[in-house]
């Protein structure tokens, strides 16, 4: 059957987590009805534009935050922190995405995707009234608390509340709407920061909060509220998968921190850090993940290489355009803000029923892509390279990867069982997680041992007529996560199981 068809009431075709073999299950799971009118038809209009609102939300605060973010830590005298303000939000929402995928199968998504929002807010509000990089951090990382409990909640909310064959179709919308914040919020966001300062870029996004939760949460509570099987016992919470996602986030903030410290008494967290994160790893994610074994595992693998790669990548682009070229932080943001509109386009073409059969060849097309976008990304460091240069690849990129990404959570949720869908988007968003924290650290400690916490002096010292830069820098950044992007174009390959 094509991942595009519809799954008849009753027929159970599950399939389980780690090896895509049929286990029945489904078959005692009621399954939405098909409705012709799509994602936008009348019985799930209300929930669509709900949980796409909340993405909304989330796409709006990542570009618009990406674009203050420069000048938050040079103002609070954090540039050699720069790669803990992003990590710090993918190691906290590590363990959230444990934790909700066990309240998600448990007791339903409603409850954690409402107390994830709420902890967005509130870690917006620190991070905007921080007084040092370190409270700034801490809000990250309340923020990554937040967002943990939201992703992997709305992705079992799409697991009982759509058919297999309109899943693609709620992924294609949650790309596309990133498209008016990747243009808006860097507007928005460099106006505010300029005129207002970068702190009101924090502060008003809160207010954002409010019509997600009034739209989003009743929908929710009519067609997704509850366990899988209702009929079924509750089961008591896996104490020990919890304790293992305290594990990953511990061990990956060890880790994070011993790259940014270039001292032998590094050693001693990142030996620690490296002894909690392997059981936890392997006890998270499925058996052969670390193989690329075929199937689910290759997916979870790829998920983490492709938003690991990109999103090191992508989280230097803006310092390097604001302290090597002298863009402002508002054009800084816009070189990225066509990336929101092709990432649609790319889920969009992904989503196509024509196109199913083809889903592994867009996969390593897609990571091809987003290996030669961030491998020319540095080439704006040559004075005679245009800036737009970044633009244009990073459209390219963005191509590649909304391809990529909306395929790896179709897939996922096409070899889930109903009753394992929050574990499986867990691991999914666990994968995707922890590689932004360990690539983040690697890149971080790339950067600061080549010079780049000097950047922000360096960019002052531009600003009174004194030359200097530190080019190489931001290379060792890129060069190493497109070499990592090419290595998804292989796994990309193994996402489907032999017949």
């Known amino acids: 059957m094509s991942a595009l068809e519809p799954r008849e009431a009753g027929t159970g075709t599950g399939t389980d987590s780690n090896t895509g073999t049929g286990t029945g299950v489904e078959a005692a799971i009621p399954v939405p009805p098909v409705e012709s ?14 949980i796409v609102s909340v993405v909304f939300l989330i796409a ?7 674009t203050a973010m420069p000048v938050a830590a040079r103002e609070l005298h954090g540039i050699p922190l720069y790669a803990f303000a992003f990590s710090a939000y993918f190691t906290t929402s590590l363990f959230a995405m444990v934790l909700s995928g066990q309240w998600a199968d448990r007791r339903g ?6 107390t994830g929002i709420s902890a967005f807010g509130v870690g917006l509000l620190l991070s905007g009234t921080a007084g040092s990089m370190w409270m700034f951090i801490a809000g990250r990382a309340v923020q990554g608390l937040g967002g ?29 709407s ?10 928005a966001a460099g106006s505010v920061t300029e005129h207002l300062g970068w702190r009101w870029v924090f502060i008003g996004i809160p207010v954002l909060v409010v019509f997600p939760l009034a739209l989003a949460l009743p929908a929710i509570r009519r067609r997704a509220s509850g366990p899988a099987d209702p009929a079924a016992p509750v089961e008591p919470y896996d104490r020990r998968r919890i304790l293992l996602a305290l594990g990953i986030s511990l061990g990956a903030g060890l880790l994070q921190y011993a790259g940014q410290e270039r001292n032998w008494f590094a050693l001693l967290p990142a030996v620690v850090g490296f002894g909690l994160l392997v059981p936890a790893v392997r006890g998270l994610l499925p058996p052969g993940t670390g193989r690329a074994a075929r199937g689910l595992p290759s997916v979870v693998l790829l998920r983490g290489v492709a938003a690991g790669s990109f999103v090191a990548a992508e989280s230097f682009v803006p310092l390097m355009l604001v302290t090597q070229r002298g863009l402002s932080p508002t054009m800084a943001g816009l070189s990225l803000a066509a990336g929101g509109a092709t990432w649609a386009l790319g889920s969009y073409v992904q989503s196509r029923p024509r196109l ?41 990129g963005c191509f590649g990867m909304g391809m990529v990404i909306a395929s790896t959570s179709v897939l996922l949720l096409k070899l889930s069982a109903p009753e394992e869908a929050g574990a499986n988007s867990a691991a999914l968003q666990i994968s995707d997680g922890l590689s932004n924290v360990l690539l983040l650290a690697a ?4 950067f600061a041992a080549l ?25 060792a950044v890129f060069l190493p996560m497109a070499g990592v992007a090419l290595v998804g174009a292989w796994v990309a390959a193994r996402v489907r199981t032999k017949p």
């Open 451 to 475: 010079g780049g916490g000097a950047v922000g002096a360096v960019h002052e010292a531009a600003e009174a007529g004194a030359s200097g830069a530190h080019p190489g820098a931001f290379a």
């Open 60 to 66: 709006f605060e990542a570009t618009a935050v990406g």
């Open 443 to 446: 890149g971080g400690a790339a």
């Open 148 to 176: 943990g409990l939201v992703i992997v909640a709305l992705y079992v909310v799409i697991s009982r509340a759509y058919p297999e064959h309109l899943r693609p179709s709620i992924m294609a919308a949650f790309a596309a």
């Open 109 to 114: 998504p409603l409850g954690p995707l409402a």
């Open 178 to 187: 990133w498209v008016i914040p990747s243009v808006v919020g860097p507007l």
């Open 356 to 396: 199913e059969p083809y889903r592994e060849r867009l996969m390593v097309g897609g990571m091809v892509l987003v290996a030669a976008a961030i491998a020319a990304a540095p080439s704006v460091l040559i004075d005679w390279v245009p800036v737009w240069t970044v633009a244009v690849a990073w459209a390219f």
């Open 37 to 50: 009118g799509g994602v936008l038809g009348r019985t799930y209009r209300a929930l669509s534009v709900g």
